[in-house]
């Protein structure tokens, strides 16, 4: 059974940076995708970035030249390097595992967005203040 384990959540000012990191435990897959997503309250889930086996990435337009996703396989840690908060970035941020070889990093996110598969940590929470 897989568990990921969310961490670097916190609170910062506008145009302040923060890096999220989520650690893979029981990881027994060779080939994967990982990506983050979000959900404010009020406001539906969004796939932000996505990284699947090959090394490609995907983001979402929201975040596209702010974040950076980047893994360490020795570490089976994902990270989001997050530059540039705004206050609309504030939500809980989550990571997810999907063990399908063939997914792609777009289709990662389109799952993260709309499906419910794969493996999905609690979350750390982002809050970004003017």
């Known amino acids: 059974q897989v568990q990921l384990q969310e961490s670097g959540g916190a609170s910062v000012q506008t145009g302040g940076a923060l890096r999220l990191s989520c650690v893979a435990r029981?990881?027994?897959?060779?080939?994967?995708?990982m990506g983050w997503y979000r959900q404010a309250p009020g406001k539906e889930r969004e796939g932000i970035a996505a990284?699947?086996?090959?090394?490609?990435?995907s983001y979402a337009e929201s975040v596209k030249g702010r974040f950076t996703i980047s893994q360490d396989h020795a570490k089976d840690t994902l990270f989001l390097q997050m530059d540039s908060l705004q206050p609309e970035d504030t939500a809980m941020y989550h990571c997810a595992l999907f063990p399908i070889p063939a997914m792609n990093s777009m289709q990662a996110l389109e799952v993260m967005t709309f499906g419910e598969h794969g493996y999905r940590g609690q979350g750390t929470q982002v809050t970004v203040s003017s």
């Open positions: 029981g990881l027994t897959y060779d080939r994967y995708s």
């Open positions: 990284i699947d086996s090959a090394g490609r990435t």
